[in-house]
């Protein structure tokens, strides 16, 4: 399977309202085909750049947004500092050795008063814990929580800790893309019954915006 289809063609629509109405300069770090990106330029006046390393969806993106770095995005990279309105990390960190290093690296990008904008997975996802009770076992697949390219898992928590303890404050934080829905009546019954304590086990990603401190 190549770069291009390994991952869908996504302007991801969920994240979309988490960047600041009044941005005007956007960082969408591994940007893929640049969906992202190219869905915020027809809905608003904004520059975005991109940064991706995989040569087929580099190209893809070079066609859509205003600038795209075909590179693994370090300390070395061509970009202007204190430029950007709004770094995005959309399910990026967590095929990162070190996270904590990219976000502290991302400051040196981030203007005045802009923000980081994150999606993680939910390793508490429901259909998650369901494989690792029931099935005893963490069977890696092509996409999702479970995805083979992971290096770091997340929990809500864990996400937030991260965050933080880069110098970050979390303004924003919520869960994406919900799928909890079964067959099975004891799902459901338990979705309902419990709700207020399951309720973190509902989403299969979370969002958060945060600040420099």
Known sequence: MNDVTHYPDSPRAEMQRFIPADAQRVLDVGCHTGAFGHALKQARRIEVWGVEPAREPAAVAATRLDHVLAEELGADSPLPERHFDAIVFNDVLEHMTSPWDMLELAQRWLAPHGVVVISLPNLLHVDNLEHMLFERDFRYEGRGVRDRTHLRFFTR?????????????????????????????????????????????????FAFVARLD
């Open 157 to 205: 928590k864990s996400a937030l800790r991260m965050i933080e303890s880069c110098g970050y404050t979390v303004s924003e934080c919520c869960g994406i893309n919900e799928s909890w829905w079964s067959p099975s009546l004891a799902r459901r019954a338990a979705f309902r019954l419990f709700a207020r304590w399951l309720d973190e086990f509902k989403p299969q990603q």
